[in-house]
Nanobody, 115 residues
């Protein structure tokens, strides 16, 4: 199953974006869900995760600036990112599995932070 992320775009430094991803119910209700990013020339890394019980964890790069959330009724996982900087420029993906993501990756959504 490939999860498709959406909501990326061009934003100015200091701006905000909300990314969204819809997961099949049988995935959403069982697995830890996560948002990952891959900056140019760097490896993909986990930036935020949320368990089925709603417990959240954040990578140092986004901690304090981002909020991951899940909507059970819609099987969606959102990532609200605030106070964006050029360091946040990356392709963002959602996937299941948290620190051990599923092997298959969907098409991510590009976030570009630039003035």
């Amino acid at each position: 199953v490939q999860l498709q992320a959406s909501g990326g775009g061009l934003v100015q430094p200091g701006g905000s974006l909300r990314l969204s991803c819809t997961a099949p119910g049988h995935i959403f209700s069982v697995f830890v869900m996560g948002w990952y990013h891959q900056a140019p020339g760097k490896q993909r890394e986990l930036v935020a995760s949320i368990t089925t019980g709603g417990m959240t964890t954040y990578g140092e790069s986004v901690k304090g600036r981002s909020t991951i959330s899940r909507d059970v009724s819609k099987s969606t996982i959102d990532l609200q990112m605030n106070n964006l900087t050029s360091e946040d420029t990356a392709v963002y993906y959602c996937n299941a599995g948290g620190t051990s993501p599923f092997e298959r990756w969907g098409q991510g959504t590009l976030v570009t932070v630039s003035s």
